[in-house]
């Protein structure tokens, strides 16, 4: 069964920096391209960040660009998102996904909240 | 950036067909995909490739995509299928969400 397991959410002040990880499990995990997406309280779904299978190449939203950072440990099975210099803005659950062939996103972890606040 | 719009909300009643749509520039020339989310809970994949279903999603969920919109349509909507809907493509260079629709069962 696959599944995929997020943590590291947490209350944290603006300015400050946070590390979430999914877990990963049920699958091979080193084959497949994941990517974080992230949900306001009450708002839509919003995509953050992207790395492929080997972790040699990332992608970021322009929101995150330049403060986050996604990393992958294809021997712990584990993604990773180095979230620095935090905002309001960035308060949400934040999903890990895995995504397949056809640029869709077949499981998702069950999220993790992150709230910026003072 | 590539923008994908979306009714805010939809009202359906129950044993009734239910239809969101999904708009963009030339969306027909890319795969859509939908998601149904229920509250508390993470979104589920239930439409990929434009028509195709996973395993598990019923039958009553179907999708097309066509020019520059994009359509979920859920045949003898239940109870049960009062959630919000987002779909969601590729632009080719990033995942692309739309704003969400609310569906209401009533």
């Known amino acids: 069964e696959v599944q995929l397991v997020e943590s590291g959410g947490n209350l944290v002040q603006p300015g400050g920096s946070l590390r979430l990880s999914c877990v990963a499990s049920g699958f091979t995990f080193s084959s497949y391209w994941m990517h974080w997406v992230r949900q306001a309280p009450g708002k839509g779904l919003v995509w953050v960040s992207r790395i492929n299978s080997d972790g040699s190449t990332t992608s970021y939203a322009d929101s995150v660009k330049g403060r986050f950072t996604i990393s992958r440990d294809n021997a712990k099975n584990t993604l990773s998102l180095q979230m620095n210099s935090l905002r309001a803005g960035d308060t949400a659950v934040y999903y890990c996904?895995?995504?397949?062939?056809?640029?869709?996103?077949?499981?998702w972890g069950q999220g993790t909240l992150v709230t910026v606040s003072s | 950036s590539y923008e994908l719009t979306q009714p805010p909300s939809v009202s359906v009643s129950p044993g009734q067909t239910a239809s969101i749509t999904c708009s963009g520039d030339?969306?027909?020339?890319?795969?859509v995909c939908w998601y149904q989310q229920k509250p508390g809970q993470s979104p589920v994949l239930i439409i990929y490739q434009d028509t195709k279903r996973p395993s598990g999603i019923p039958e009553r969920f179907s999708g097309s995509n066509s020019g520059n919109t994009a359509t979920l349509t859920i045949s003898g909507t239940q109870a049960m299928d009062e959630a919000d809907y987002y779909c969601?493509?590729?632009?080719?260079?990033?995942?692309?969400f739309g704003g969400g629709t609310k569906l209401t069962v009533l």
């Open positions: 996904a895995r995504y397949i062939a056809a640029h869709e996103f077949d499981y």
């Open positions: 969601q493509a590729w632009d080719g260079f990033t995942v692309v």
């Open positions: 030339k969306l027909g020339d890319n795969y």
